[in-house]
C-alpha cells in the first residue's frame, strides 16, 4: 500500500509579509484625519497664493490665537464624542463664564479668585450634564440642548444683554495681551491643553476607558469600570474647558458677554468630527481635532482677508464636512475592495 506525502507548503515570501504588514497599516490609520490634513493644507495654500497678507508673521499669530478657545472645547469635545455623547451646551458655557467673570473683576474680586471661580463654573456645569445624562439616563443631546438653552438665558438675565468691561489693570486683562514669542497666551494654553489631551486619550486608563465605553459600553461596563463615572467625568471635563476658553475669551476682548460664542458649539463639533472622531464613539483622534480646528479657523481668517462676507463661513466649513465624510465613506469601500482582492491572490 503506497501512501502519497503531502509537500509541506511553502513558507510565506517577504512579499506577502510586506502587504500584511501594508494592510495593517493601513487598517491602524484613522484615513480621515489624513485626509483632512490634505485639505487643510491645500486651503492654506490656496489662502497664502490669493493674498500675501496671510502669510504674515502678525496674521499667522491672530489665526492662532482664534484657533485657541474653538483648540481647547475641541480637546474636552474629542472625549465626549468618543465616549459616545454629544455636548451641545459649550458655547452657552463660553458666554456664561465670560459675562459672569467680568462682573465679578467689576465688585472688585482679585483675579486669581476670578480665574478658579471661571473654572470652576465651567465645571459645575459640566458635571450638571454628566450627573443627567450618566445617572439619570437622559440621553446627552437633550441634556445639553436644555442647558444651552437654560445657562445662556442666565447670563443674559445677570448682565441684561450688556457687555461687561474689564479693567485693563487687572491680571485677566493682561492675560489676554500677554505674548511670548510671539503668539498669545490663548495660543500657547491652547497648545498645553493639546499635550494634555494627547496623554489623557493615549497614555491613560481614562483615556481607553473613554474609547472602549465608546465602542461597547456593555463590555466595558462587565470588566468592571464605572461606567456611569466615566461618561460624567467626560462631559465635566468639556465644561472645565469651556470655563477656561470663556476666561481667556473674555481676557482677550477686554469684557464679558452673554450673546458672546454664538453657535461656537458647531464650530467644536465641526472641527472634532472633521479631523476622524467618530460620531458614533469608540474612535478619537486629538491630532485630527487640532487639524479640524486650523481648518474651520483658515477658513475664517482667509475669507476676512479677501473681504468675502463672514457668513459664508458656516457654508463653506458645512460643505467641507459633507466633503470629507463622503471621501472616508468611498476611501472605506476602496480598502474593502483592496482587501478582497489581496485575500483572493
Do not use: C
Amino acid at each position: 500500500m503506497s501512501t502519497t506525502q503531502t509537500p509541506p507548503e511553502a513558507p510565506a515570501g517577504p512579499s506577502v509579509q510586506r502587504l500584511a504588514r501594508q494592510r495593517s497599516l493601513w487598517e491602524r490609520t484613522n484615513k480621515a484625519t489624513l485626509v483632512m490634513a490634505g485639505v487643510t493644507l491645500a486651503v492654506f495654500v490656496f489662502f497664502a497664493a490669493a493674498d500675501s497678507a496671510f502669510l504674515t508673521f502678525a496674521n499667522l499669530s491672530n489665526l492662532a490665537t482664534q484657533v485657541g478657545p474653538v483648540l481647547i472645547v475641541g480637546v474636552a469635545m474629542t472625549f465626549v464624542i468618543t465616549a459616545g455623547q454629544i455636548d451641545l451646551s459649550v458655547g452657552s458655557i463660553v458666554a456664561f463664564v465670560a459675562a459672569i467673570s467680568a462682573q465679578l473683576l467689576v465688585a472688585g474680586w482679585d483675579s486669581s479668585l476670578v480665574m478658579v471661580a471661571a473654572l470652576l463654573m465651567g465645571l459645575g456645569w459640566g458635571l450638571v450634564n454628566g450627573w443627567f445624562t450618566a445617572y439619570q439616563g437622559i440621553p446627552a443631546f437633550i441634556v445639553t440642548l436644555a442647558t444651552l438653552s437654560v445657562v445662556r438665558g442666565l447670563a443674559l438675565f445677570q448682565t441684561e444683554g450688556f457687555s461687561v468691561p474689564i479693567a485693563s489693570t487687572t491680571f485677566v486683562a493682561k492675560l489676554g495681551t500677554a505674548r511670548w514669542l510671539g503668539f498669545s497666551a490663548t495660543a500657547w494654553i491652547a497648545l498645553a491643553v493639546v499635550v494634555l489631551g494627547l496623554v489623557l486619550l493615549h497614555a491613560t486608563r481614562f483615556g481607553q476607558y473613554v474609547i472602549g465605553i465608546g465602542a461597547a459600553a456593555e463590555s466595558v461596563r462587565r470588566a468592571g469600570v464605572n461606567v456611569k463615572l466615566v461618561t460624567m467625568a467626560a462631559l465635566g471635563f468639556s465644561g472645565l474647558a469651556a470655563g477656561l476658553a470663556g476666561l481667556l475669551i473674555a481676557a482677550r476682548l477686554g469684557s464679558g458677554s452673554a450673546n458672546s460664542a454664538q453657535g461656537f458649539e458647531l464650530t467644536v463639533i465641526a472641527a472634532v468630527v472633521l479631523g476622524g472622531t467618530s460620531l458614533l464613539g469608540g474612535r478619537g483622534t486629538i491630532v485630527g481635532t487640532l487639524i479640524g480646528a486650523l481648518l474651520t479657523q483658515i477658513i475664517a481668517n482667509g475669507l476676512t482677508l479677501l473681504s468675502v462676507s463672514p457668513y459664508l463661513t458656516p457654508i463653506i466649513t458645512g460643505a467641507v464636512l459633507v466633503l470629507v465624510v463622503w471621501v472616508n465613506l468611498r476611501g472605506r469601500d476602496l480598502a474593502w475592495f483592496v482587501q478582497r482582492l489581496t485575500r483572493r491572490a
